[in-house]
Structures are given as C-alpha cells and as structure tokens.
C-alpha cells in the first residue's frame, strides 16, 4: 500500500520561494503518475502540476505555470514542487496524489481519478 507525505510547507512573504516534498513508502513511485493539488480555504481542490512515471513529461496550471517546477527523485522516493515568485494567491493546503500508471510517458492527473492521496500541507504566503 502507498503512503504519501508531503512536508516542507510554511509561512513565506510575497515574492519568496519553497519547496515542497511528497515522499513515498510502501511502493516505488516510479509505478505511479504523480500530482501536486491545492485547496485553498472555501475554494475547491485545484490540479496545479502533474508529472509522468519517466519523470520526462509535465504539467502546470496556467496559475503557476512558469513560478512552480515538479520534478521526482527516483533514489528517494520523492517528488517535489519549486515554487518561485509566490504570491498570496498561492496560499492552501497542498496535496500530493498518485496515480497508477502502465505507460511511462503519460501525464494525466484527474482530481477525481488519483488512487492515493497524502495529508496536505499548508502553504501561507503573507508579509
């Protein structure tokens, strides 16, 4: 059974940059497509960034394109989010989801299609 973690959330000001950890055990990610999520308060979820199994291929919401990367570290067992330039917008809980996948190039990552969900994180941006 996956289990997912995310860590490295926070306070930050406007302008400055995190980066967030979904560290994995029970399975090797690399079955698996991997998405970042947010959920900021009375908003609903929001898929912001997907990346496939081979770590080749990725995806960014027009909201963050350009300010966030994804990437995955196969000797750890973890994919992460870079997020630059943030801005209050960008303040939520953020999740990670995995979702099993056979082809390595896909990335596909439907909010209501991800077979395993971590507990979030909260990311505040405010000076």
């Known amino acids: 059974q996956l289990q997912l973690v995310e860590s490295g959330g926070g306070l930050v000001q406007p302008g400055g940059s995190l980066r967030l950890s979904c560290a994995a055990s029970?399975?090797?990610?690399?079955?698996?497509?991997i998405g970042w999520f947010r959920q900021a308060p009375g908003k609903e979820r929001e898929g912001i960034s997907c990346?496939?199994?081979?770590?080749?291929?990725?995806d960014y919401a027009d909201s963050v394109k350009g300010r966030f990367t994804i990437s995955r570290d196969t000797a750890k067992n973890t994919v992460y989010l870079q997020m630059n330039s943030l801005k209050p917008e960008d303040t939520a809980v953020y999740y990670c989801?995995?979702?099993?996948?056979?082809?390595?190039?896909?990335?596909?990552?439907?909010?209501?299609?991800?077979?395993?969900w971590g507990k979030g994180t909260l990311v505040t941006v405010s000076s």
């Open positions: 989801g995995a979702r099993t996948a056979r082809i390595l190039s896909t990335y596909y990552c439907p909010g209501d299609g991800m077979d395993y």
């Open positions: 029970g399975s090797p990610l690399d079955y698996y497509v």
């Open positions: 990346i496939s199994r081979s770590g080749g291929n990725t």
